[in-house]
């Protein structure tokens, strides 16, 4: 590794936060230009979401290194450190400088650290088993018997705090990982889970009083975090991190059932069902701090497994996952690494079926360092150009009809939304929470009970339709209600990008709403196709209220029934 100068940063301000309060009109304006960007699962990675690799390097050579810099500094927004190859600890526990190797490596990155980054450090207090303390780094001095010490003995917390206190003042990091994947803890073993909480609990102490603006958190693997008992464990200390980081590869889904998962379903199921889960199991801000997908077979061979992938499912994942950043507000996106490494695999002589060579193949260019398909769609999320027509289809199938129910003016239904399968359909913003109720106006049936509490945001529930589901349509019935009177936003969006919108009054007793397709004003602030409203087109459906914007406070709930497009 080559070694530089560490140079300065210079921070840009903060971006602004959105303001508290403003009128209706402008409330509606800015609801209706972030609907499908930041709601809608089309919507285009904004700036919001910062995008980058860590510099692993494709082969053990200057040129090699050189390039892979060059990838990161150009075409990135986000500088990756991700240091899970041991721990100097009794240099750390003593305060002592660390090894010279540590030291070299750590300035090399800094000297590539541009003032248009922001900056992601992960850092690991376990061996990449994600259960025994992390090795030793080379040229330490520390004795091998430190190992044998728990996670939260006073020798490990003393030097773990020390340690990680040297990376801030190295890397000056925004967001910090303070414990690379410690969640596969919860299925591995649960007793040194516990000693890791107390870990967290030193660490991030220490940290926050002397670095209150760095964001502080652990990554977990995302198929282990969905088992439930995992899920229930992390709870505690999700709750009390500023971020959840996750890692997550989707096509190795294998090598986690192996590991006592359950199976991921084919793509595009495989990425978005998780992801999905992962915005209803948490309201916290999301990181994925390490991603990829492969675009050949990786084969393991103890135990034998096989995990495939191609160009275009990469692609696909990519894109896919830059609209659900946009819609979840993602922190950062981090892809592993920006070249296939191949030539470093055969240099290190990496047998096949080595773990080792289950990422081989991740990059966005081929061992040749030419580019991927997947890399023309990395370079325009980079440069926010991801518009709605790119937008991935859900994971889930779309709720489909039922039998046909009389609407306005005694007209057919052409199309019922399943209040019965809302919970499961239906996706919504932070804090809100999606329940069945008895609760309708006929007292018979049930309805769908959306409840949140108001602030200085939108609130919003999803579903996705399947084209032609709306075929013919020229209105729509909803019966509505309220814990306060509000309204809220119906918006309609066609695969093209193109979104119509109409509003509907809630009030606190029933209120049945009939609209007119006719009447339903386009978004100005999505691209203009042909101007004209075409529901047999129609793909995604998304219920808003932006109160919130205009001052409103304290708890809402609305229900909604009967609702019929005819």
């Keep these: 590794m080559m070694r530089f100068n560490p140079s300065t940063r210079r921070r840009g301000p903060a971006a602004p936060r959105r303001g508290a309060h403003t009128s209706r009109g402008v409330a509606l304006g800015l609801l209706l230009g972030l609907l499908c960007g930041q709601a809608g699962i ?17 082969d053990f050579t200057l040129e090699a290194v050189n390039r892979v810099y060059d990838i990161v500094e150009n075409d990135a927004t986000l500088f990756a450190v991700h240091r899970d190859d041991g721990v100097p600890w009794q240099e750390a526990l003593e305060d002592k400088p660390f090894p010279k190797k540590v030291r070299e490596e750590w300035q090399a990155r800094v000297g590539h650290i541009k003032p248009h980054h922001k900056v992601y450090v992960g850092l690991a207090p376990l061996s990449t088993d994600r259960e025994s303390l992390a090795e030793i780094s080379e040229g330490s001095k520390t004795r091998k018997s430190f190992r044998k010490n728990a996670l939260n003995s006073p020798e490990v917390k003393q030097a773990y705090t020390n340690y990680v206190r040297r990376a801030i003042d190295t890397f000056d990091p925004d967001y910090l990982n303070i ?5 596969e803890l919860t299925s591995r073993n649960e007793r040194r889970w516990h000693d890791f909480e107390e870990l967290f609990a030193h660490v991030k102490a220490a940290v926050k009083a002397e670095h209150p603006a760095i964001q502080v958190g652990i990554s977990f693997g995302l198929q282990s975090l969905m088992e439930p008992r995992n899920a229930e464990l992390s709870r505690p200390i999700i709750e009390r991190s500023d971020f959840v980081g996750i890692s997550f590869y989707p096509y190795m889904s294998a090598f986690h059932e192996a590991l006592g998962s359950h199976r991921l379903e084919p793509p595009p199921a495989q990425w978005m069902k998780p992801l999905d889960w992962l915005r209803a199991y948490t309201d916290k801000p999301i990181a994925i701090c ?18 495939t992938g191609n160009a275009e499912l990469q692609k696909r994942y990519l894109l896919d996952l830059a609209a659900v950043a946009a819609r979840d507000d993602y922190l950062f996106v981090a892809w592993f690494l920006p070249v296939d490494y191949e030539a470093l695999s055969r240099r290190a002589g990496f047998e ?27 370079q325009q999320i980079v440069a926010g150009q991801v518009d709605a027509a790119s937008a991935p289809a859900p994971a889930a199938p779309a709720p489909r009809a039922q039998a046909a129910a009389p609407s306005a003016g005694g007209a057919a239904a052409r199309y019922t939304f399943d209040i019965a399968d809302a919970k499961r359909r239906f996706k919504g913003s932070w804090h809100d929470k999606v329940k069945l109720s008895d609760e309708t106006p006929s007292g018979a ?16 529930l999803q579903a996705q339709l399947e084209r032609g589901d709306l075929a013919g349509a020229s209105g729509m019935r909803i019966a509505v209600k309220g814990a306060q009177d509000s309204f809220v936003v119906v918006l309609f969006e066609e695969s093209s990008g193109e979104a119509w919108w109409g509003v509907v009054p809630v009030k606190t007793d029933w209120n049945t709403v009939d609209l007119d397709f006719a009447e339903f004003q386009i978004d100005t602030d999505k691209p203009k ?18 109160r919130g914007f205009e001052g409103a406070r304290g708890k809402q709930k609305v229900w909604v029934t009967d609702w019929t497009v005819y």
């Design 42 to 58: 089309a919507g285009a990675a904004g700036s919001r979401t910062a995008w980058g690799f860590t510099p692993f390097p494709y």
């Design 179 to 183: 414990g690379i994947e410690v969640g």
């Design 290 to 307: 390490e991603t990829g997908y492969t675009t050949e077979t990786a084969r393991l061979s103890k135990p034998r497994l096989e995990m």
């Design 352 to 378: 096949k079926g080595s773990v080792m060579r289950l990422w081989e193949n991740i990059g966005l260019f081929d061992a040749e360092v030419r580019p991927k398909p997947a890399w023309s769609a990395w």
């Design 445 to 460: 049936g049930q309805s769908m009970r959306w409840s949140f509490e108001y602030g200085d945001r939108f609130q919003w």
């Design 529 to 546: 196709k042909n101007g004209r409203f075409e529901p047999d087109d129609v793909v995604r459906v998304t219920l808003a209220d932006a």
